[in-house]
């Protein structure tokens, strides 16, 4: 335990991927400090705004920096957060036929843990405000299909759950097809066939019940129109949980028709998330705000994941 928490150590502080050995809890962040800076919204119902938020997180869709920033956001807020965990199942996020994340988790403790909560996140099928009562609105973010599908196999190098002579071919044509049209579809689309029905009833859940969604390559766009949703301050952050300890960057063309032919309702999917989020920003985001001096702006900690800290600082000694 000690040993790859110094050798992990070393490599974050000297920033080389290499010196770091592979753990369940190995995790890197980026460099690059990111700014929400907040915009202008206009257009979308009160009821749109107030109602408490369950963030339908997707596996390997940029979710734990979205997390982050809710996490951080609700501390600042003195507001009630509960993430679901997946107990059990390992590894929890390679979403094989009947997989059903953290829904029991939801299930089995639908009391104050849960009800009471201002905002809600977990790996979870659609349906969980069912077992809570009351009205509530979704968010979520949607992946390329096979960029989802990759970056899953290689964290899961990263984090010890397979090896290095795993086969991707075989781990993905394992896994189950169209995850993420199941899962917005509901916990009883996780298993049997995936047609044209399951795919609607994915779109009509997110027309629906969610506020707010949006591409994976968007997901900075994304939190800056959710920061301003709820009246939160500005955030600067780096991008969290990469997977940097990687056997796989390539596939052939055979195999990238084989899944592409997989996940083919996935991939309308995410055409259907984009382009939706265009229409979305054109008839919602009036401006995007611009951060000055004297600003005050939650600065997260590169280690929020592990420490929960942040700072409110002044923008102006931020980009000093």
């Known amino acids: 335990m000690l040993i790859w928490k110094l050798r992990n150590y070393i490599a974050d502080k ?3 991927t290499a010196l770091a050995g592979r753990h369940s809890e190995l995790q890197f962040s980026d460099d690059k400090l ?13 009821e749109k705004r107030e109602n408490p938020s369950i963030f339908l997180h997707i596996p390997k869709t940029a979710g734990s920096t979205v997390i982050a920033i809710l996490e951080a956001e609700m501390i600042e807020a003195k507001s009630a957060y509960s993430r679901a965990v997946i107990q059990g199942y390992r590894p929890p996020i390679a979403i094989i036929p009947g997989w059903q994340g953290a829904w029991s988790n939801v299930q089995d403790r639908p009391d104050r843990y849960f009800v009471d909560a201002d905002l809600i996140s977990g790996h979870f099928p659609f349906g969980v405000h069912s077992i809570l009562g009351g009205r509530y ?3 979520t973010v949607v992946r390329e299909p096979i960029a989802r599908e990759l970056s899953t196999f290689n964290y899961l190098y990263q984090t010890g759950a397979i090896e290095k002579d795993d086969d991707f071919t075989e781990f993905a044509l394992r896994m189950v097809d169209n995850p993420q049209v199941r899962m917005i579809a509901g916990a009883s689309s ?7 029905a399951m795919y609607q009833q994915a779109i009509q859940n997110l027309e629906s019940h969610f506020n707010l969604y949006g591409p994976s390559e968007k997901t900075d766009e994304v939190l800056n129109v959710l920061v301003s949703l709820y009246g939160w301050p500005p955030v600067a952050y ?8 990687k056997i796989v960057d390539v596939i052939d063309d055979k195999l ?26 054109a008839e919602h985001v009036e401006a995007e705000h611009s951060l000055k001096a004297g600003d005050t702006v939650m600065l997260l900690d590169k280690d929020f994941q592990k420490t929960k800290g942040y700072q409110m600082v002044d923008y102006g000694k931020i980009k000093a």
Not at 256 to 276: G, I, N, P, W
């Open 14 to 16: 000297l920033n080389i």
């Open 238 to 245: 780096t991008s969290f949980n990469i997977t940097k300890k």
């Open 34 to 46: 990111v700014f929400l800076p907040g915009c202008t919204l206009k257009g979308i119902p009160p």
């Open 256 to 281: 990238r028709q084989q899944l592409a032919e997989k996940h083919h309702f996935d991939t309308r999917l995410h055409h259907y998330v984009s382009a939706h989020w265009e229409q979305f920003k």
């Open 190 to 196: 996780m298993s049997g066939p995936c047609d044209e």
């Open 137 to 139: 609105n979704y968010f």
